[in-house]
């Protein structure tokens, strides 16, 4: 077939890779007038590796990647433990996929990589696309400029702001969640040896904050990430913001935290609005779907937002490809087997921001003490597979 995907993000580009492997002719409409990635990590777990090591990416993951050795939940000033996951040798032992925390831009380029080497000229840059149609025969991306592209199957797969999600189903406008997050990297060197963790990443929980912090690039750079709940603000969804603004955010923080604050590149401190949306019953027409963000946009808080783009990656290129339905019967059952796992995922991310940000210490001992984290994202959502698990029923949310 004639696929056009609208969106070189990752989930794009994993399904770009995985349909032009099955031999269709495959187009990548990217508006961006250059490739690339904004933001600094991105967390995989098995249920995502195991389609990027599909993809042939195990040596450049296993070369530019962190395994972390757990997560560790602590209170934002004392630092007293209140939940631990393992990761490292016990997620691959239990889930037949390492847990790989990877820089966003350094993915980004490995999948570039991958899709070029199947089909060298797929990504058109520069082409926004304005408008979609439909028929019985095609799908059609109306691009500024440049005119229609049309496919036997288009796939929206372009972010929160989708083009294609309007098309599908109207225009309804992402809700900001009152939530900001920071996003920054610091060169490990700055750090002071004895306020490093050795390989752990560190979830610290504070009253209407919380913060992530884990490494990248063979663990020379630390990564950054603080959620703060925030009025409704006149801003870009991403924007450059004072360091005096991240310094207030985090005052009277746990050293550790303090230290990536005062060691970071005051001219480099970036702020997203965190938005959000409902889960949607429809995710397709006959010839036009969605992937990622634009139909199950994820706060941050489970780590799985890029993992879910890719498993539904998978999942449709196995639709696509499997004998059993036409075009228009395999979208619909893509829908509804990607449908109930994602949106348990969207829900339970938005729990997991609140559990993080209780604000009395003991209230939040006891909300971690009645939900064992560690067991359930065992239980459900790592060991799913994509690429294998039964495409009859829906998945992964027992």
């Known amino acids: 077939m004639k696929i056009v995907i609208v969106g070189a993000g990752i989930g794009g580009l994993t399904a770009a890779a995985l349909l032009a492997r099955q031999g269709h002719a495959v187009r990548v409409l990217e508006q961006a007038a250059a490739l690339g990635e904004v933001g600094a990590g991105v967390q995989l777990s098995a249920n995502a590796v195991k389609v990027l090591f599909a993809l042939g990416l195990r040596p450049q993951l296993e070369a530019a990647a962190v395994q972390p050795k757990g997560f560790e939940f602590r209170r934002h000033d004392s630092a007293e433990l209140l939940h631990r996951i393992p990761l490292g040798a016990a997620h691959l032992q239990q889930h037949g996929a390492p847990y790989y925390q990877i820089h966003r831009g350094d993915l980004h380029a490995m999948l570039v990589q991958a899709l070029q080497a199947l089909a060298p000229d797929a990504i058109r840059l520069g082409a926004r696309v304005s408008h979609l149609s439909e028929s019985a025969d095609s799908a059609v991306a109306h691009v500024d400029g440049h005119g229609p592209v049309a496919g036997d199957l288009l796939v929206g797969a372009d972010g929160i702001r989708s083009t294609v999600r309007q098309f599908l189903v109207g225009v309804d406008h992402p809700s900001f969640t009152g939530q900001v997050a920071w996003r920054c990297t610091v060169p490990i060197e700055r750090i002071a040896p004895a306020l490093r963790t050795d390989l752990v990443s560190t979830i610290w929980c504070g009253p209407h904050k919380h913060a992530v912090m884990y490494y990248l690039r063979g663990a020379a750079l630390l990564n950054f990430v603080g959620c703060v709940a925030r009025p409704q603000e006149d801003e870009s969804w991403n924007t450059r913001r004072p360091w005096s603004e991240l310094d207030h955010d985090f005052h009277?923080?746990?050293?550790?935290?303090?230290?990536?604050?005062?060691?970071?590149?005051?001219?480099?401190?970036?702020?997203?609005?965190?938005?959000?949306?409902?889960?949607?019953?429809?995710?397709?027409?006959?010839?036009?779907?969605?992937?990622?963000?634009?139909?199950?946009?994820?706060?941050?808080?489970?780590?799985?937002?890029?993992?879910?783009?890719?498993?539904?990656?998978?999942?449709?290129?196995?639709?696509?490809?499997?004998?059993?339905?036409?075009?228009?019967?395999?979208?619909?059952?893509?829908?509804?087997?990607?449908?109930?796992?994602?949106?348990?995922?969207?829900?339970?991310?938005?729990?997991?921001?609140?559990?993080?940000?209780?604000?009395?210490?003991?209230?939040?001992?006891?909300?971690?003490?009645?939900?064992?984290?560690?067991?359930?994202?065992?239980?459900?959502?790592?060991?799913?597979?994509?690429?294998?698990?039964?495409?009859?029923?829906?998945?992964?949310v027992d």
């Open 252 to 396: 009277g923080w746990h050293p550790m935290v303090r230290a990536v604050v005062d060691a970071v590149d005051r001219d480099q401190c970036f702020r997203w609005a965190l938005n959000n949306r409902a889960p949607l019953d429809r995710w397709s027409s006959d010839r036009v779907t969605l992937l990622g963000d634009a139909v199950h946009a994820t706060l941050p808080y489970m780590a799985q937002g890029a993992a879910m783009a890719i498993e539904d990656a998978a999942v449709l290129a196995r639709v696509v490809a499997s004998p059993d339905w036409p075009l228009a019967q395999g979208l619909q059952r893509y829908g509804q087997l990607r449908g109930p796992r994602t949106a348990r995922v969207v829900r339970e991310s938005t729990e997991m921001g609140q559990l993080y940000q209780i604000t009395d210490g003991a209230e939040m001992r006891q909300a971690f003490a009645s939900r064992n984290i560690a067991r359930s994202r065992n239980e459900w959502l790592y060991p799913y597979d994509p690429l294998t698990v039964p495409l009859d029923a829906p998945q992964g």
